[in-house]
């Protein structure tokens, strides 16, 4: 069974920062490039980066370039997003999302987690 569990969310202050982390299992975490997705309250699905199954492609939505890093440790099966320089608009749940092979397609996962609220206010 796939499962892809996120945690480090919490609330933090505007200028913050956070660690996210998504430990997964069930797959070869290896042979697939992963995602973070988020939703901020009210709104739709908005990708936030993504990461190819070696780390060495990483792509960024523009707003995010310069404040948030993606990274994996593929001998911990695990998936990381460091979040810095955090303002109000990205305050949201986010997702990890397995995509459906070793490259990165947009809009294209299998499986997804259950999301870690993050907060960000004064």
């Known amino acids: 069974e796939v499962q892809l569990v996120e945690s480090g969310g919490g609330l933090v202050q505007p200028g913050g920062s956070l660690r996210l982390s998504c430990a997964t299992s069930g797959f070869t975490f290896d042979d697939y490039a992963m995602s973070w997705v988020r939703q901020a309250p009210g709104k739709g699905l908005e990708w936030v980066s993504a990461i190819s199954w070696n780390g060495d492609s990483t792509y960024y939505a523009e707003s995010m370039k310069g404040r948030f890093t993606i990274s994996r440790d593929n001998a911990k099966n695990t998936l990381y997003l460091q979040m810095n320089s955090l303002k109000s608009e990205d305050t949201a749940v986010y997702y990890c999302?397995?995509?459906?092979?070793?490259?990165?397609?947009?809009?294209?996962?299998?499986?997804w987690g259950q999301g870690t609220q993050v907060t960000v206010s004064s």
């Open positions: 999302a397995k995509g459906p092979s070793d490259s990165y397609h947009p809009d294209q996962y299998d499986y």
